[in-house]
């Protein structure tokens, strides 16, 4: 009755929020379990498997991964987002994007080189099929 061990209750901090405040620079690699609120800016690299909130005053140059990130600020360099990437209306991106899902409101600007996550076919390999697909089809005919 005594002896029963206490469980040990794992916390989720991706709940817990980290802010870089307006007027703030930050420069270096920064890693969490809890999300991000970025009025600031932050130089380097960002890893957290929560969520990236960066508002309109805020700025990231560098590298970004996390689970979901939400931009109404600036961003340069490279992100990996394992969920969804939104940009709101005010957002200036640029540099590297691989994310699964994106959503970005009119206005925002967006000039980078993006990859979807997912079963994309490149329109080369869909020829190719369509090539193998007919010839196997007039082999059949033949035969």
């Given at each position: 009755?005594?002896?029963?061990k ?58 970004v ?53 997912g ?16 010839q ?8």
């Amino acid at each position: 009755m005594f002896s029963e061990k206490k469980k040990e209750q794992k916390q989720d901090l991706t709940k817990e929020q980290n802010k870089i405040a307006q007027g703030t620079t930050f420069r270096g690699d920064i890693e969490s379990q809890g999300s991000f609120r970025i009025e600031g800016k932050v130089e380097g690299t960002i890893k957290t498997p929560g969520r990236i909130v960066v508002g309109k005053s805020g700025f990231i140059e560098g590298e970004v991964e996390c689970h979901s990130a939400d931009f109404e600020g600036k961003f340069t360099g490279k992100m990996i987002v394992k969920s969804q990437l939104s940009l709101k209306s005010s957002a200036h991106i640029g540099g590297d994007i691989i994310t699964e899902k994106l959503s970005i409101e009119p206005g925002a600007v967006f000039n980078a080189t993006c990859m979807m996550k997912g079963g994309v076919k490149s329109l080369s390999d869909e020829k190719k099929e369509g090539k193998k697909n007919k010839q196997n089809k007039a082999q059949q005919e033949t035969a």
